[in-house]
């Protein structure tokens, strides 16, 4: 026997390649050799930058002890949950009906046919704070499996029965209305944190599709508690240490309910999705703070997150090596001393650098480090002297040892990535930012996208080269969505011709009778359970994802049946919102575009007269909820159709570039004035 991980393209996967643990990668053949052994499985499922699974690899999947066990009594599987989102969903639905809470590293013990019996996260070499030593979970497994075999079988029947069972009730699904979202911005009120901004106590996680909802909700009714909760949880974690001060770009979430100590993994998708919102905060409100960390955040993805491909990693550890000791340490990377601050700066920056940024000499993190901050009532500097400190922090930081990258590329969050980069981009003339969204896309569409095979998008590349694992239906909605922005921004109808071969797929191979969406297509490799989750995580669900493409692309075509099946779609939002709207945070958004229209704006003129640039700007700045944009001339050079069916057949008025606002079937005046357009597309920043 020997690991057999050395060819997979996940680095997560790739980590454990030399363990001593004779890993297996998900698949037939390693439920098969388990059924030929006599023994069960166990999975292990965790990702590239999760700090407690590189604990648990340090102290259990290293130690040869450990490892001799585990290979004489297990067939042991890999799994990166990134690479198989379905696989990690249905076994997380177990440990959470299981044990009231999940997470990773997840471990799972498994029968020959994949059904789950034992179920925990993770296990320390020796027992503490009540948890079993993993030794132990491995021996009372193993004699359970021995001595107790009927009973084993009858609980991996029972779980699997039971998971089958929980299918989602959607017979009586309704069209989500204004009722509905204002009793999810109730709902929020309750639990939203007027101290510190942000929604529930520890841990903390950046609300980022509840922020873009109650800017979308603010922006339908005018609701100015929504705007006010959105613009002081932004400010709070612009502050804050999950926020990094120096390089720009968010942390995973906070530890505490301050916003003080973060998780230090940065993650791919939550940086892309707070972009945005950021974005669209300076878009409704001309925060100029909202501006600065939008593109800082834009930068930091560019800078540390871009592959030599064009696409973008999935994620930072948040491990890396401390210099002093030489281990890898949680936030050894970004955490400072006042003597550290002198050391780079000087006595008197030095000094003022500890200030300005909240480190003391007693710490704020851990062994007498802080984590920077920028508190409210802290001193200010001028903004020279700052940028100037700053600077000088950076160049000193880039010396450290620098924590890990995923390298891997995931489709749906690249996919959110080009939407943040491309709407950042026009947003802010910031034309750079365009082009890196749109090298993203080409990469999606050239690695990703196969349309030989079905056609179908594959949910993962590294270095170029497409991984084995099919995309599952985040990836085809977030993908979506963000060539739709991209053809937006650029005027370039080949992204939304691809956006539409996509939310096809959606039809024909997600979507039930029902009009309730699978996570899985119809011909996946078939689980125990088929996952369909339509609640936010990190990430928006793929439901949600797809419903908010569905509804966009039918609004930039007209398609009846696209608008329809993301109506259907939309029917968990009417039942889920009110009771949970922290987690259906995206679908709540998606909500508030259906309930305005969304607006349809055509902007017909010369792409190189300024008349039309300007127009497009104020179109694209416009506030109303998931409004979409054509620009473009009605008719191609060669006398064709035009690139965006809203652009066909529209004149120009007085011989001027001239924008097109329709909603619900009725069309606004045709427009050539900026002034004009702006109050016909809900407001706009000059």
């Known amino acids: 026997m020997s690991n057999r991980l050395a060819n997979e393209t996940s680095p997560y996967l790739l980590q454990h390649a030399d363990n001593p643990v004779d890993w297996w990668p998900w698949s037939p053949e390693a439920f098969a050799a388990a059924r030929e052994r006599g023994v069960p499985v166990l999975l292990s499922v965790g990702y590239s930058s999760c700090h407690w699974c590189h604990v648990m690899a340090h102290e259990s999947f290293e130690d040869e002890l450990t490892a001799a066990y585990m290979n004489e009594h297990f067939v042991n599987v890999k799994v990166d949950r990134e690479e198989r989102p379905d696989v990690d969903a249905v076994y997380m639905e177990a440990v959470q009906a299981a044990t009231g809470q999940g997470g990773w590293p997840m471990t799972v013990f498994l029968n020959a046919e994949a059904e789950p019996f034992y179920f925990g996260t993770y296990f320390p070499p020796e027992p503490r704070h009540g948890m079993p030593s993993f030794t132990q979970v491995l021996e009372g497994v193993r004699t359970a499996w021995v001595g107790r075999p009927e009973e084993v079988a009858e609980v991996a029947r029972r779980i699997t029965r039971d998971l089958s069972e929980r299918q989602l009730d959607y017979g009586k699904a309704e069209t989500p209305g204004p009722e509905g979202a204002a009793r999810a911005l109730l709902a929020l009120t309750r639990e939203y944190d007027a101290t510190h901004g942000g929604f529930g106590g520890a841990p903390k996680f950046p609300p980022s599709m509840v922020l873009e909802f109650l800017l979308r909700h603010h922006a339908r009714t005018g609701a100015e508690g929504a705007l006010q909760m959105a613009a002081e949880t932004c400010e709070a974690m612009a502050r804050s240490g999950i926020y990094d001060q120096l390089g720009g770009g968010f942390a995973r979430y906070s530890v505490d309910r301050e916003w003080v100590v973060p998780h230090f993994e940065k993650m791919l998708y939550d940086n892309a999705l707070l972009c945005r919102v950021y974005a669209h905060l300076w878009r409704s409100t001309g925060s100029e703070l909202a501006r600065r960390v939008a593109l800082e955040t834009a930068d930091f993805m560019v800078r540390e997150l871009r592959t030599r491909e064009g696409g973008f990693a999935s994620a930072l550890d948040a491990d890396s090596e401390d210099p002093v000791s030489g281990r890898h340490v949680e936030g050894a990377y970004y955490a400072w001393t006042p003597a550290q601050l002198r050391e780079v700066l000087g006595e008197e920056d030095g000094e003022a650098a500890a200030s300005c940024f909240g480190v003391t000499r007693e710490g704020t993190f851990e062994h007498g480090t802080s984590v920077l901050q920028l508190p409210q009532d802290g001193p200010t500097l001028d903004a020279a002297r700052f940028a100037d400190i700053k600077a000088r922090l950076l160049a000193a930081r880039s010396g450290r040892p620098a924590p890990g990258r995923d390298d891997k590329v995931v489709a749906a969050w690249n996919g959110l990535a080009i939407a943040a980069l491309a709407e950042c981009g026009a947003y802010f003339d910031r034309p750079d930012l365009v082009e890196r969204a749109t090298e993203a896309a080409d990469l999606l569409v050239r690695v990703h996208f196969d349309a030989t095979a079905g056609p179908r998008l594959a949910r993962t590349s590294k270095d170029g080269n497409v991984g084995p694992n099919a995309g599952v239906l985040e990836d085809y909605g977030d993908v979506a969505e963000g060539f739709l922005a991209l053809a937006s921004v650029t005027g370039e109808g080949v992204w939304l011709e ?151 057949d529209r004149a120009l008025k007085d011989d001027l570039p001239t924008a097109y606002v329709c909603r619900h079937f009725v069309c606004a005046r045709p427009t050539t004035e900026p002034g004009e357009l702006a109050e016909q597309v809900g407001g706009a920043r000059p």
């Open 498 to 648: 691809f956006a539409g071969f996509l939310v096809d797929l959606v039809l024909d191979r997600f979507t039930a009778e029902d009009g309730s969406l699978y996570d899985t297509a119809h011909d996946a490799e078939k689980l125990i359970r088929r996952p369909q989750d339509p609640t936010d995580t990190a990430a928006p669900s793929g439901w949600t994802a797809a419903a908010g493409a569905l509804l966009s692309y039918a609004a930039q075509t007209g398609s009846q049946a696209h608008r329809t099946a993301a109506e259907r779609a939309l029917g968990v939002v009417q039942a889920l919102g009110p009771r949970v709207p922290r987690f259906i945070g995206h679908g709540l958004a998606v909500a508030e575009a259906l309930m305005d229209g969304p607006r349809e704006v055509a902007v017909v003129g010369h792409p190189e007269d300024p008349a039309t640039a300007a127009l497009h700007r104020t179109a694209l700045l416009g506030t109303a909820p998931g409004a979409v944009v054509a620009v473009g001339l009605s008719r191609a050079a060669d006398g064709g159709a035009a690139e965006f069916p809203l652009l066909a």
